[in-house]
Antibody, heavy 128, light 112 residues
Framework: QVQLQESGSGLVKPSQTLTLTCGVS??????????WSWVRQPPGKGLEWIGY???????YYSPSLRSRVTMSMDKSKNHFSLRLTSVTAADTAVYYC????????????????????WGQGTTVTVST | QSVLTQPPSASGSPGQRVTISCSGS????????VDWYQQLPGTAPKLLIY???HRPSGVPDRFSGSKSGTSASLAISGLRSDDEGDYFC?????????????FGTGTKVSVL
């Protein structure tokens, strides 16, 4: 059974860069039929998709965060990462890493079967 | 703000049926599948329904999803106290900025 675990800085200063890593256990990040997403949830608010990555070199980001986000995968370490630059207080949130499931290996939206595995979440606070 | 709109709250007595709506547009629900997530207090969200009406393994058949036009619904039958939590619809939105997976505004379900 695949499990995900977020790690990284819990406190980031305004204008600096937030970096988080998601360790994958119980399965390989290279397995076909999956992409790897980040989702965040500000305190007391709803969920926001940040973006996803797969095949190491392919990534898609939310239009609202695209200018500040970079995601990457490290197959040798079986983990994937999130980098968010120029953070402000509005980036304070619980950050979840997620596995996206697809019914096939094409990883297109028409074969998307939802976010089937979630990490427990890690709280990131942006403050001086 | 989210492009998928849900009622802020819904409630029912134990054993009753509760329905949650999710309203979107032609660029999302009208042309794409809808997923539903359950978030119990203090926990990470969990996939409840995918592709409008499919349940992942382990999700009870008390939970069911449907879609019509630009709206979708989640029904919870035989409501239980441990169903209390937040429920979010979600799906892909196609717009000029590129693909975007959007979540609904969320509905808090209370068991009276």
């Amino acid at each position: 059974q695949v499990q995900l675990q977020e790690s990284g800085s819990g406190l980031v200063k305004p204008s600096q860069t937030l970096t988080l890593t998601c360790g994958v256990s119980g399965g390989s990040i290279s397995s076909g039929g999956y992409s790897w997403s980040w989702v965040r949830q500000p305190p007391g608010k709803g969920l926001e998709w940040i973006g996803y990555v797969y095949n190491t070199e392919t990534s898609y980001y939310s239009p609202s965060l695209r200018s500040r986000v970079t995601m990457s995968m490290d197959k040798s370490k079986n983990h994937f990462s999130l980098r968010l630059t120029s953070v402000t207080a509005a980036d304070t949130a619980v950050y979840y890493c997620v596995r996206d499931k697809y019914s096939g290996y094409d990883l297109d939206r028409d074969s998307y079967d939802g976010m089937d595995v979630w990490g427990q979440g890690t709280t990131v606070t942006v403050s001086t | 703000q989210s492009v998928l709109t849900q009622p802020p709250s819904a409630s029912g007595s134990p054993g009753q049926r509760v329905t949650i709506s999710c309203s979107g547009s032609n660029s999302n629900i009208g042309s794409r599948y809808v997923d539903w997530y359950q978030q119990l207090p203090g926990t990470a969200p969990k996939l409840l329904i995918y592709r409008n009406d499919h349940r992942p393994s382990g999700v009870p058949d008390r939970f069911s999803g449907s879609k019509s036009g630009t709206s979708a619904s989640l029904a919870i039958s035989g409501l239980r106290s441990d169903d209390e939590g937040d429920y979010f619809c979600a799906g892909w939105d196609d717009n000029l900025s590129g693909p975007n997976y959007v979540f609904g505004t969320g509905t808090k379900v209370s068991v009276l």
